[in-house]
């Protein structure tokens, strides 16, 4: 599933996700390629539910969002996704 970000320098994120809400692989678009590729690693393996509690709401500088937020609210996308089916 690919998010569309607004807000950021990054401008998408796919994510994967497995039946269990298992995240598999992200990648972002454009964005500060370590940050942005760091984040993705960390979130790697992870439940998408945990990875919204973790990282939801963080902001960059002065803006009301980031990369991190912008990857929360993909990833509650593809859990709204998933739910649907």
Do not use: W
Not at 13 to 22: G, N, R
Not at 37 to 45: F, P
Not at 64 to 74: E, F, G, N, V, W
Request: glycine content about 10%; overall charge negative; proline content about 2%.
């Amino acid at each position: 599933m690919t998010y569309q970000t607004k807000g950021t320098c990054s401008m998408a994120i796919q994510v994967e996700l497995d039946s269990d809400h298992t995240i598999q692989n992200v990648e972002f678009v454009g964005g500060c390629s370590g940050n942005t590729q760091g984040v993705a690693i960390l979130v790697q393996g992870m439940k998408a539910e945990e990875a919204i509690a973790k990282i939801e709401g963080i902001r960059c500088g002065s803006k009301p969002t980031s990369c991190p937020d912008q990857l929360a609210k993909a990833l509650r996308m593809a859990l709204e996704k998933e739910e649907k089916r």
